[in-house]
């Protein structure tokens, strides 16, 4: 199971949507994704063709957290969990249920720590929506902070096209994609692949102005 952390910097939009392409980008008909919802405003509903994993990653999930709201979607399966404590006890509770499955977990910002704290043996890395022309300086804060926890980090410049948001969220992605997400992106947060040197102008600055070039920018 690897599970990855999702979550917008500033007021940058389509973090929900990157963190349900996340899930449909390694899903598989017998291993589901699982799109992870902390603050969730309601219980996600099935859609109307979901696989045999996605539903049995349902069944175990509704079974082992039965006040969760949990539907299958496509080729995934969605878990929407309260804000607070609670929501990150389900958290916890979740993500050893997950098998190997790719695990997107969406929360709001403020969430980010406590998430860490809770579940940080658990994620591998990293992934914020930012806009770096408005939040360059808040985006390298976030991700000094995952840097030093030793996860891999990546920033979505730009948000999923329209369509590609959509299909994400039914858990319907386009043949042969990676949830609508680039391949090379995802191998980088994924840990897959060979690793590619980050452009030092894409990297924030650190507290004495130099560049951490682990950072990882794409589109």
């Given at each position: 199971m690897t599970a990855v952390l999702v979550t917008r910097v500033g007021t940058a939009a389509g973090s929900r949507a990157?963190?349900?392409?996340?899930a449909c980008a390694r899903s598989e008909p017998h291993c589901a994704g699982l799109l992870i919802e902390l603050g969730a405003r309601r219980a996600?509903?099935?859609t109307l063709v979901a696989s045999a994993a996605a539903r049995a990653l349902e069944e175990r999930l509704a079974a082992h957290l039965p006040e969760a709201?949990?539907?299958?979607?496509g080729s995934t399966c969605?878990?929407?969990?309260?804000?607070?404590?609670?929501?990150?006890?389900g958290l916890a509770a979740a993500l050893p249920l997950?098998?190997?499955s790719i695990v997107a977990v969406h929360l709001p910002p403020e969430l980010l720590q406590d998430a860490f704290d809770e579940s940080l043996r658990r994620v591998r890395g990293v992934l914020l929506r930012a806009d770096l022309a408005a939040d360059r300086a808040l985006t390298a804060l976030a991700?000094?902070?995952?840097r030093e926890r030793g996860l891999r980090l990546a920033v979505l410049k730009e948000p999923l096209g329209w369509l590609a948001s959509r299909l994400a969220l039914a858990g319907l992605p386009p043949a042969g994609s990676n949830g609508?997400?680039?391949k090379r992106f995802c191998e980088q947060l994924l840990g897959?692949?060979?690793?590619?040197?980050t452009r030092p102008q894409d990297a924030g600055p650190d507290a004495e102005g130099t560049v951490q070039p682990r950072i990882q920018f794409r589109l």
């Open positions: 990157t963190a349900a392409a996340l996600p509903r099935p709201g949990v539907a299958a979607r969605h878990l929407a969990l309260p804000a607070g404590s609670d929501g990150i006890r997950a098998d190997d991700a000094r902070d995952a609508g997400l680039p897959e692949g060979d690793p590619v040197p």
